[in-house]
C-alpha cells in the first residue's frame, strides 16, 4: 500500500523536483502540499507549490500556505540561490490552475491527520511542524514520522556550521526533534552525494516534454547560482533525497544516533549536533542518513518526471 504522505516545503528548485516525485511515485500517496517561509516569501513559496503542481497537470492535491516566520526569529531568504522569485529560470505569466486552499496550512494538517496517519516529509524550516506540535497535540500523534531535509553531519551553508533549513528556525527544530515522534535526518552530508550532473541533464532533456524541459531550466539556473555562491560545479539536489527514503528506505541509508539542535551558540545556533561516536552517551533519538544510492535515486528522479508527461 502506498504511504499516506504529506509535504512541507518552500519551493524552491530543489521543493519542485521534491514535489514531483512525490506527485508521481506509486510508493507514496501525497495527500497534501504545505509551504512555508524559507527561500523565499511563504506567498512566493505558494505560488510556487501551486504552480509546480499545476505544471505537472495535477489539480487533486491541496495547497495551504504555512508560516511566513520562523518561531522567535527574522526571516532569512535565499534569494542568492533560488532567485527573486524563489523559483527563477523559466518565465511563468498567468495564474496557476491549481488554487490555494482555504485551509491554512495548519487546519490543513489537523483535518487530514485527525482522519488518518500519515509520514510528513519536510523540506523546509520546521516552523508548521513545530506549530503543529504545540497547537494541536492530538492530530500531531498521529504523525507516523517526520523525514526533514535539513541539518548536516559536518559543515553548513548558511553559516560555517549550520545548514539552511535548520538556521532558518532552530527553535522549531528542536521542538520536532524533541518531539519523541521518529524523526530521520537527510543533511548535506547525504544531499550533496545527489548532483545534478551534465549526465543527469541529458537525461532530462532526453525525456522531451515540456515539464522536462522546465526542469532542465530550473536545474540549469541553480547550477548557475551554485557555481556562483558554493563554488560547485554541479548542484546538490537535496530535498528529494528526503522523498526517495520514504520511497525506499534502501536508496538513502541511515545510522541511528543522537540528535541536538543547537539555538543557543553565539556563533553555532543552527548546527545539527550528530553524535555518530557516542559521545554524549545519549541514546539515539533519530535517524541520519547517511549515504546514497545515486543511480536508484536518480532512476526515481527521471522516472517521476517522464510519467507525468
Ligand atoms: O540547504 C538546502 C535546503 O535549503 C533545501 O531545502 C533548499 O531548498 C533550501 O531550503
Ligand atoms: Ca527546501
Redo the contacts with the bound molecule.
Keep these: 500500500m502506498a504511504t499516506p504522505l504529506i509535504l512541507d516545503c518552500?519551493p524552491?528548485h530543489?521543493?519542485a523536483l521534491a514535489i514531483l516525485l512525490a506527485v508521481a511515485d506509486p510508493a507514496v500517496d501525497l495527500l497534501a502540499v504545505t509551504t512555508v517561509a524559507?527561500?523565499q516569501t511563504v506567498d512566493k513559496c505558494t505560488l510556487n507549490a501551486r504552480r509546480v503542481l499545476s505544471l505537472a497537470g495535477v489539480t487533486s492535491v491541496p495547497v495551504a500556505r504555512g508560516a511566513d516566520r520562523p518561531l522567535a526569529r527574522e526571516l532569512r531568504i535565499?534569494d542568492d540561490v533560488h532567485g527573486g522569485t524563489g523559483l527563477d529560470g523559466p518565465t511563468f505569466t498567468g495564474t496557476p490552475a491549481v488554487p490555494e486552499s482555504e485551509l491554512s496550512a495548519h487546519d490543513l494538517l489537523v483535518d487530514i491527520l485527525s482522519r488518518t496517519p500519515a509520514t510528513i516529509v519536510a523540506?523546509?524550516a520546521l516552523t508548521n511542524i513545530a506549530q503543529l506540535l504545540m497547537e494541536s497535540p492530538e492530530a500531531a500523534a498521529n504523525i507516523t514520522e517526520i523525514v526533514w531535509?535539513?541539518g548536516s553531519t559536518g559543515r553548513g551553508?548558511i553559516a560555517p556550521l549550520a545548514?539552511?533549513?535548520a538556521y532558518v528556525d532552530p527553535e522549531a527544530a528542536e521542538v520536532v526533534v524533541d518531539s519523541g515522534i521518529p524523526f530521520t535526518m537527510c543533511g548535506?552530508n547525504v544531499?550533496h552525494q545527489a548532483l545534478v550532473t551534465d549526465d543527469v541533464l541529458a537525461r532530462l532533456e532526453r525525456i522531451g516534454t515540456p515539464l522536462a524541459r522546465v526542469c532542465g531550466e530550473w536545474m540549469t539556473y541553480f547550477a548557475s547560482t551554485y557555481r556562483k555562491v558554493f563554488g560547485f560545479e554541479s548542484p546538490p539536489l537535496?530535498?528529494p533525497v528526503a522523498v526517495a527514503r520514504v520511497i525506499d528506505p534502501a536508496i538513502v541509508h541511515c545510522v541511528e544516533a543522537n540528535l541536538i539542535i543547537e539555538t543557543a551558540g553565539d556563533w553555532t545556533a543552527g548546527a545539527t549536533v550528530v553524535d555518530l561516536d557516542g559521545y554524549t552517551g545519549r541514546r539515539p533519538n533519530a535517524r541520519i542518513a547517511v549515504e546514497l544510492d545515486r543511480e536508484a535515486f536518480w532512476d526515481k528522479i527521471i522516472g517521476a518526471v517522464a510519467a507525468l508527461g
Design positions: 518552500d524552491g530543489d521543493d524559507g527561500n535565499a523540506t523546509g531535509m535539513g551553508n545548514e539552511a533549513n548535506l544531499t537535496h530535498d
